[in-house]
């Protein structure tokens, strides 16, 4: 299907009104960490700093990593994670979860950290009123990898999915592996069968199998579920989703035990209301103080995803669900009823002719807003807008940012409140009114309507409603003709 070769980028809408205003954090490609205000402008730029993902503190302080692992023997491993200040000073660091020997580079230890951590305080990494993450101290917990080995898996080395916790002088305090919980992970022996077969290798480094790609993690945080006497959603149990298994889970911090659970199949009686979720990023729990707060939001890609029994669309068992549109879903964790959602229906296209253009197969996240709003990162575009409750567009900003596979994409993005940046003054606000793109032209480009219009005497009209066809008498006697002919 063709596209077109011109694309607005830059802040394409913004309703001040309407829009929960504050600077937005994302990575601008390889050339760092981008704030920007609401209008667009680039307030500041931590150049060289990698956001997998970014995520800025109060104070203007920004954690991400300064270099990633060669891919040829480490896949999406970042070296460390560090937390910078406003000039770009590394002020914290965290490198020592193993001790790399790769061939053609110096032995060095590595965090291996990667998509996603929290730090103490906060426990999503977006603002919530009273729950600011620690700046200065605090534990910080990481989703990391480790290359494992489990007969019971597949037959060849597995990457593995770990999440730990340091303090703030790096120690490990904790560290929770899913190898150690496959058997409640829940897949039915089809989805072993062709998991041990494949186990997802990809192709890359040491051809070890992401079998999992928790893509993730964040802390419950207090919530009215446990207030109510939900011991499953204990203030510091973890909730993480994986993208290659259509998982969503939550682990006891305590036992490690997974306690409450979403997929791998969403055919069963009390989930199929909710349809299939594939290939799903940034699933969390909506904080305390946040309209919707204790229901689970999450950005269910579509793609490709899961294991199961061969099928037409998957003749190994690999990527068994597939669907060509996202969607963005609240549900609430107890009763699994949707409690909001936007999809292609939501963002005003027709189904399923051009669901289509909702639709991010990989990366992206949403965020709530104290507002109510939701900020959604349509990753594979390197699109960011903000919708209402209501489904209606009131911020949208486009990266012009690519990288070196000539890509936009944006993994995920963050809105903060102005005064998390005392080092910048309030920006001036200026409304950006939606474009009619059936009326808009370019400089010199004819407008629309520019042409002369004449009406056509005599027409008559074949068939009945929308699709009725006007034509001269003329070409209806010839058209007539040709009929009785053959």
Same mark, same amino acid.
């Not at 977006?126 to 037959?155: C, F, M, W």
């Given at each position: 299907?063709?596209?077109?070769?011109?694309?607005?980028?830059?802040?394409?809408?913004?309703?001040?009104?309407?829009?929960?205003?504050?600077?937005?954090?994302?990575?601008?490609?390889?050339?760092?960490?981008?704030?920007?205000?609401?209008?667009?402008?680039?307030?500041?730029?931590?150049?060289?700093?990698?956001?997998?993902?970014?995520?800025?503190?109060?104070?203007?302080?920004?954690?991400?990593?300064?270099?990633?692992?060669?891919?040829?023997?480490?896949?999406?491993?970042?070296?460390?994670?560090?937390?910078?200040?406003?000039?770009?000073?590394?002020?914290?660091?965290?490198?020592?979860?193993?001790?790399?020997?790769?061939?053609?580079?110096?032995?060095?230890? &590595?965090?291996?950290?990667?998509?996603?951590?929290?730090?103490?305080?906060?426990?999503?990494?977006?603002?919530?009123?009273?729950?600011?993450?620690?700046?200065?101290?605090?534990?910080?917990?990481?989703?990391?990898?480790?290359?494992?080995?489990?007969?019971?898996?597949?037959?060849?080395?597995?990457?593995?999915?770990?999440?730990?916790?340091?303090?703030?002088?790096?120690?490990?305090?904790?560290?929770?592996?899913?190898?150690?919980?496959?058997?409640?992970?829940?897949?039915?022996?089809?989805?072993?069968?062709?998991?041990?077969?494949?186990?997802?290798?990809?192709?890359?480094?040491?051809?070890?199998?992401?079998? &999992?790609?928790?893509?993730?993690?964040?802390?419950?945080?207090?919530?009215?579920?446990?207030?109510?006497?939900?011991?499953?959603?204990?203030?510091?149990?973890?909730?993480?989703?994986?993208?290659?298994?259509?998982?969503?889970?939550?682990?006891?911090?305590?036992?490690?035990?997974?306690?409450?659970?979403?997929?791998?199949?969403?055919?069963?009686?009390?989930?199929?209301?909710?349809?299939?979720?594939?290939?799903?990023?940034?699933?969390?729990?909506?904080?305390?103080?946040?309209?919707?707060?204790?229901?689970?939001?999450?950005?269910?890609?579509?793609?490709?995803?899961?294991?199961?029994?061969?099928?037409?669309?998957?003749?190994?068992?690999?990527?068994?669900?597939?669907?060509?549109?996202?969607?963005?879903?609240?549900?609430?964790?107890?009763?699994?009823?949707?409690?909001?959602?936007?999809?292609?229906?939501?963002?005003?296209?027709?189904?399923?002719?051009?669901?289509?253009?909702?639709?991010?197969?990989?990366?992206?996240?949403?965020?709530?807003?104290?507002?109510?709003?939701?900020?959604?990162?349509?990753?594979?575009?390197?699109?960011?807008?903000?919708?209402?409750?209501?489904?209606?567009?009131?911020?949208?900003?486009?990266?012009?940012?690519?990288?070196?596979?000539?890509?936009? &994409?944006?993994?995920?993005?963050?809105?903060?409140?102005?005064?998390?940046?005392?080092?910048?003054?309030?920006?001036?606000?200026?409304?950006?009114?939606?474009?009619?793109?059936?009326?808009?032209?370019?400089?010199?480009?004819?407008?629309?309507?520019?042409?002369?219009?004449?009406?056509?005497?005599?027409?008559?009209?074949?068939?009945?409603?929308?699709?009725?066809?006007?034509?001269?008498?003329?070409?209806?006697?010839?058209?007539?003709?040709?009929?009785?002919?053959?």
């Amino acid at each position: 299907m063709g596209h077109p070769t011109i694309y607005p980028t830059g802040a394409t809408v913004y309703l001040p009104e309407k829009a929960w205003s504050g600077y937005t954090i994302f990575q601008a490609a390889d050339v760092g960490a981008l704030l920007i205000d609401m209008n667009g402008r680039e307030v500041h730029l931590w150049k060289g700093l990698r956001g997998f993902p970014n995520k800025l503190f109060p104070g203007g302080f920004v954690l991400g990593s300064t270099s990633e692992r060669d891919p040829k023997y480490g896949f999406q491993d970042e070296s460390n994670l560090v937390q910078v200040d406003w000039e770009g000073n590394i002020v914290w660091k965290f490198d020592r979860y193993e001790f790399i020997e790769d061939p053609g580079h110096s032995p060095q230890w &590595m965090a291996r950290q990667h998509h996603d951590y929290q730090r103490e305080g906060n426990p999503v990494g977006y603002y919530a009123p009273g729950q600011e993450p620690k700046t200065d101290s605090g534990t910080t917990i990481i989703l990391a990898h480790k290359n494992v080995t489990r007969s019971e898996i597949a037959s060849i080395e597995l990457l593995d999915d770990t999440i730990i916790e340091v303090d703030w002088e790096g120690r490990i305090l904790w560290e929770w592996s899913v190898s150690d919980h496959f058997s409640e992970l829940g897949f039915d022996e089809d989805a072993k069968q062709s998991l041990y077969r494949d186990p997802n290798t990809r192709g890359f480094g040491v051809h070890a199998g992401d079998w &999992m790609h928790i893509n993730s993690v964040s802390v419950l945080g207090p919530n009215k579920h446990y207030d109510a006497g939900d011991q499953r959603f204990h203030p510091d149990n973890i909730i993480w989703d994986a993208r290659e298994s259509n998982i969503i889970a939550i682990i006891s911090k305590r036992t490690g035990e997974i306690v409450w659970k979403l997929g791998p199949n969403y055919d069963q009686e009390e989930v199929k209301h909710i349809g299939w979720i594939i290939g799903q990023h940034h699933a969390h729990l909506i904080p305390k103080g946040l309209p919707g707060e204790g229901n689970i939001l999450i950005f269910d890609n579509g793609g490709w995803g899961g294991y199961g029994s061969p099928n037409p669309e998957s003749p190994d068992g690999l990527k068994v669900a597939r669907r060509d549109h996202s969607r963005v879903l609240e549900i609430n964790p107890v009763t699994l009823e949707i409690e909001w959602q936007y999809t292609p229906t939501e963002a005003g296209f027709q189904a399923p002719l051009d669901s289509y253009r909702f639709y991010s197969p990989y990366i992206s996240s949403a965020q709530r807003l104290p507002n109510g709003n939701t900020l959604i990162t349509e990753g594979a575009d390197g699109r960011i807008f903000e919708v209402t409750r209501e489904h209606e567009l009131v911020w949208e900003y486009i990266s012009p940012y690519k990288n070196n596979r000539n890509s936009n &994409m944006v993994y995920r993005a963050y809105r903060v409140p102005y005064d998390w940046v005392p080092q910048l003054e309030k920006p001036i606000e200026t409304e950006i009114p939606k474009i009619d793109v059936a009326d808009y032209r370019l400089p010199g480009a004819a407008p629309r309507g520019a042409i002369t219009t004449v009406e056509v005497e005599g027409t008559i009209s074949y068939g009945e409603g929308a699709l009725c066809v006007a034509r001269t008498d003329e070409t209806a006697r010839k058209d007539r003709d040709r009929h009785e002919q053959n």
